[in-house]
């Protein structure tokens, strides 16, 4: 149950016209949440991608993607480094159908395509090992919030002058967290972030631009930064140029076929546990097989071998920072303030 704050410090207003103020102001954000997360089943755009992160070369791509519920098809094209000797690989697709994510990358200035295809987790880890991402972009298209959040009886909800309304509450005596609605974007969360509550600035925030197609709300664009000790040390940003919601999509585009196997191709499963590699052979006899899922296609190849040099190391560094403040984030479900992604697995050089 929400609680209503009042500051007249921050030249914030209320709504006298309810005796439940803050649950009101509540209601009023959860529904938006629900019905961005329910109206959007599917889409189809394009874009611009960049990412910044302490220690790594700054990242530029143009994106296509199509999605249809926990099912997506992304295609990247790196313009930092397209003609890095170390780094030969210029393009990727990524290929997931909720059972596992799968990445292939492609030298297209040589003609060259890598032999190998990776297969992650699916959801958010799995975009971060293949995409860089480190947001779904399907899940991120339809917001930032879990609307389950508002449950929270700590919750302080307030509307300020300019129509916003902005809940803060306490994750636990050393972390906060916070979000604010816009009534231009339907109401639906523009800001959210948690940081310390004490010393250096340590944590995170993240900004979304709505736009609406039709009755459909949807995220146009979105940042995400990351301090540590008072340091900007991360920053990703995504942002549409076209986007269609709810537009008609072929099966195909979640399928093996989608990642143009060839009889060479070797398959690198690099989930959590022992690392297997599979050879596809004809990649017409594996999609006879109709399984119900892309990893079980995958799965009832037989194991080639393990290959000892793919298994993970640190990408960031050795250590995860992980805390409690992402817990406004419909994507993840729990508020963070940092995390140092894993050392990227080697994928015969692409990136």
Not at 52 to 74: H, M, S, V, W, Y
Not at 131 to 148: E, I, K, V, W
Request: with cysteine.
């Amino acid at each position: 149950m929400c609680v209503l704050a009042v500051s007249l410090a921050m030249g914030l207003v209320l709504d006298d016209k309810s005796t439940d103020r803050g649950e009101g102001l509540c209601e009023i954000v959860r529904q938006a949440a629900v019905a961005s997360q329910k109206n959007l089943r599917s889409g189809k755009g394009r874009g611009v991608y960049h990412r910044r992160a302490k220690g790594e070369p700054p990242g530029q791509f143009t994106f296509e993607i199509a999605f249809d519920g926990d099912k997506f098809n992304l295609k990247m094209l790196d313009l930092a480094h397209p003609r890095a000797q170390e780094r030969p690989f210029d393009r990727r697709i990524v290929v997931s159908d909720g059972s596992a994510t799968f990445l292939r990358s492609y030298a297209d200035r040589v003609g060259l395509g890598s032999r190998t295809v990776y297969v992650y987790s699916s959801g958010m880890s799995g975009v971060n090992s293949a995409a860089d991402m480190p947001m779904d972009p399907a899940r991120a298209s339809r917001g930032l919030y879990n609307p389950t959040l508002l449950e929270n009886p700590s919750i302080r909800v307030v509307r300020r002058a300019d129509g916003r309304v902005r809940g803060e509450y306490d994750v636990n005596k050393f972390l906060g967290a916070m979000f604010e609605a816009s009534p231009e974007s339907g109401y639906n969360v523009v800001l959210a972030g948690g940081f310390n509550k004490e010393g250096s600035r340590t944590g995170s925030r993240y900004t979304a631009e709505w736009k609406r197609d039709g009755d459909v709300w949807y995220v146009q664009s979105w940042t995400q930064e990351h301090w540590m000790r008072g340091e900007n040390d991360e920053r990703y940003e995504l942002r549409y140029d076209e986007f269609v919601a709810n537009p008609r999509l072929s099966p195909d585009l979640f399928t093996l076929q989608a990642l143009e196997l060839g009889a060479d191709t070797v398959v690198a499963d690099v989930r959590p546990g022992p690392t297997k590699v599979y050879n596809v052979g004809d990649p017409r006899k594996l999609a006879e097989k109709k399984l119900d899922t892309m990893a079980a296609q995958i799965e009832s190849l037989p194991v080639r071998g393990k290959i000892k040099e793919l298994e993970p190391g640190s990408r960031f560094g050795a250590w995860l920072w992980a805390i409690n403040v992402i817990a406004v984030l419909a994507i993840a479900g729990i508020w963070y303030a940092f995390w140092r992604h894993r050392k990227r697995l080697a994928r015969g050089g692409p990136f």
